[in-house]
């Protein structure tokens, strides 16, 4: 069942999903045991029933698309990021949840860059969405997104998703990887940097930072049969649920740890009763933490000529793009050239990575500005400008923009990225 998803935004809500499905499709066991515990891989979302269908309202709040963080990662930041990617399909079936009902399109995934994890939108649908087929391509486009400095590392990843892709083998393979690591840090071809202090973080206003949750990259505790293994000749159709065994065909069976709080009719005294759909229902959306001071190790990396300019004074000849007002040290202008459907990723020179991630990257001295700051998008209506959930924020026209929610630009939209000077003007030429 293929569905029809709709990005929608405001300044009050910020960017949502909305995705509708007949009532008599809806998977009401998925749906109540989600109510009751939302798992953190999925955007929280709410509902409501009207005329025959099913609403849902998929809450994107501080996750950014996955595909504006595409280019090289540390090695830790990679192996994490494969491992919040795979371990929800797998361990899915703790909530009731069928893997074949997420979304995997790599256009709706989703990053969050505090906690370093994957989140999917998924759509609690007895026919469901997705099948091996899917689920391999969209292993196959991440690995195209996303690169590491650790070549050994790459090509194991590449090899894995190539031949014979199996998620349990494959974050088996990322554990050897990182306890080889840990045991022989030579072997590595590059070394795994650890963050330290950013020099920015004393002169710059900064948030909270978040806890962090670690990850693990093994699969379940050996001995426990519950995942079905992988094979690549496996169809889409073979997917769907088996009703009389209660399991699932391909990503996973259900877990036995939460099994016992929802097969039984008669909970026995002392359970959490079962949880009965209403009509309307809200799952409680609870975001995650703002983003925290980034961390890096200066090295040194060559600055654009410094060029004393005015308000005035004309720059962008080129084409679209954005002209510094003011006098400071910063780039006088950031040239946009791309094409419809395109991105231009604009952020902070990343240190302990030590090459370009974003299309433009101010230096590493840079206050207020995140290494991944912004994104500018261009379609047939023009460019828009996204906030990645900056540490100190977006600001057009002295507004500062809900993160993740898409304003568009006109020439004259005066465009802050954070608080501390690095002020531009859109212009079109």
Same mark, same amino acid.
């Given at each position: 069942? @293929?569905?029809?998803?709709?990005?929608?935004?405001?300044?009050?809500?910020?960017?949502?999903?909305?995705?509708?499905?007949?009532?008599?499709?809806?998977?009401?066991?998925?749906?109540? /045991?989600?109510?009751?515990?939302?798992?953190?891989?999925?955007?929280?979302?709410?509902?409501?029933?009207?005329?025959?269908?099913?609403?849902?309202v998929h809450k994107i709040g501080a996750h950014s698309k996955l595909q504006y963080f595409s280019g090289e990662l540390a090695p830790r930041e990679y192996v994490k990021m494969w491992q919040s990617l795979f371990k929800p399909l797998l361990e899915c079936a703790d909530w009731f949840m069928d893997p074949c009902s997420f979304v995997l399109c790599t256009e709706y995934l989703y990053y969050d860059k505090n906690k370093k994890s994957v989140s999917y939108v998924y759509i609690p649908?007895?026919?469901?969405?997705?099948?091996?087929?899917?689920?391999?391509?969209?292993?196959?486009?991440?690995? @195209?997104?996303?690169?590491?400095?650790?070549?050994?590392?790459?090509?194991?990843?590449?090899?894995?998703?190539?031949?014979?892709?199996?998620?349990?083998?494959?974050?088996?393979?990322?554990?050897?990887?990182?306890?080889?690591?840990?045991?022989?840090?030579?072997?590595?071809?590059?070394?795994?940097?650890?963050?330290?202090?950013?020099?920015?973080?004393?002169?710059?206003?900064?948030?909270?930072?978040?806890?962090?949750?670690?990850?693990?990259?093994?699969?379940?505790?050996?001995?426990?049969?519950?995942?079905?293994?992988?094979?690549?000749?496996?169809?889409? =159709?073979?997917?769907?649920?088996?009703?009389?065994?209660?399991?699932?065909?391909?990503?996973?069976?259900?877990?036995?740890?939460?099994?016992?709080?929802?097969?039984?009719?008669?909970?026995?005294?002392?359970?959490?009763?079962?949880? =009965?759909?209403?009509?309307?229902?809200?799952?409680?959306?609870?975001?995650?933490?703002?983003?925290?001071?980034? %961390?890096?190790?200066?090295?040194?990396?060559?600055?654009?000529?410094?060029?004393?300019?005015?308000?005035?004074?004309?720059?962008?000849?080129?084409?679209?793009?954005?002209?510094?007002?003011?006098?400071?040290?910063?780039?006088?202008?950031?040239?946009?050239?791309?094409?419809?459907?395109?991105?231009? /990723?604009?952020?902070?020179?990343?240190? /302990?990575?030590?090459? %370009?991630?974003?299309?433009?990257?101010?230096? @590493?001295?840079?206050?207020?500005?995140?290494?991944?700051?912004?994104?500018?998008?261009?379609?047939?209506?023009?460019?828009?400008?996204?906030?990645?959930?900056?540490?100190?924020?977006?600001?057009?026209?002295?507004?500062?923009?809900?993160?993740?929610?898409?304003?568009?630009?006109?020439?004259?939209?005066?465009?802050?990225?954070?608080?501390?000077?690095?002020?531009?003007?859109? =212009?079109?030429?």
């Open positions: 069942m @293929k569905y029809d998803i709709q990005s929608k935004s405001d300044f009050i809500t910020g960017s949502y999903l909305v995705t509708r499905i007949p009532e008599n499709e809806l998977d009401k066991r998925a749906l109540q /045991t989600i109510q009751a515990d939302c798992p953190d891989f999925i955007l929280p979302f709410h509902y409501k029933s009207t005329n025959g269908q099913i609403e849902f649908s007895i026919s469901g969405c997705s099948g091996y087929e899917a689920f391999h391509e969209m292993a196959v486009e991440v690995s @195209k997104m996303m690169t590491v400095s650790d070549s050994a590392l790459e090509n194991k990843v590449l090899r894995s998703i190539i031949k014979n892709f199996n998620p349990i083998e494959f974050l088996e393979m990322l554990k050897e990887h990182v306890s080889e690591y840990a045991e022989h840090p030579d072997s590595v071809s590059e070394c795994m940097p650890q963050p330290v202090p950013d020099i920015n973080a004393e002169s710059v206003e900064r948030r909270p930072d978040p806890e962090e949750n670690g990850s693990s990259a093994s699969a379940q505790d050996a001995g426990e049969d519950i995942f079905i293994e992988f094979k690549s000749d496996i169809k889409p =159709e073979h997917c769907k649920k088996e009703r009389d065994s209660g399991g699932y065909k391909v990503f996973s069976g259900k877990s036995k740890r939460k099994r016992v709080q929802h097969r039984s009719a008669t909970e026995p005294e002392g359970k959490k009763p079962r949880v =009965e759909l209403a009509p309307e229902k809200i799952i409680p959306i609870i975001m995650p933490e703002p983003e925290a001071a980034h %961390q890096a190790v200066p090295i040194v990396k060559k600055q654009a000529e410094i060029i004393d300019i005015t308000q005035s004074t004309s720059i962008i000849t080129g084409g679209p793009g954005l002209r510094y007002i003011g006098r400071a040290h910063l780039p006088p202008s950031i040239q946009i050239m791309i094409a419809e459907g395109e991105i231009f /990723t604009i952020g902070r020179f990343d240190s /302990t990575i030590g090459k %370009q991630q974003s299309s433009f990257e101010f230096d @590493k001295k840079t206050k207020a500005v995140s290494r991944r700051h912004a994104v500018i998008e261009r379609d047939v209506e023009g460019y828009r400008i996204v906030d990645l959930s900056s540490s100190a924020g977006t600001f057009v026209n002295d507004r500062k923009l809900p993160p993740n929610t898409p304003h568009e630009l006109e020439t004259g939209y005066r465009v802050s990225f954070g608080n501390s000077g690095a002020d531009y003007v859109w =212009e079109v030429s």
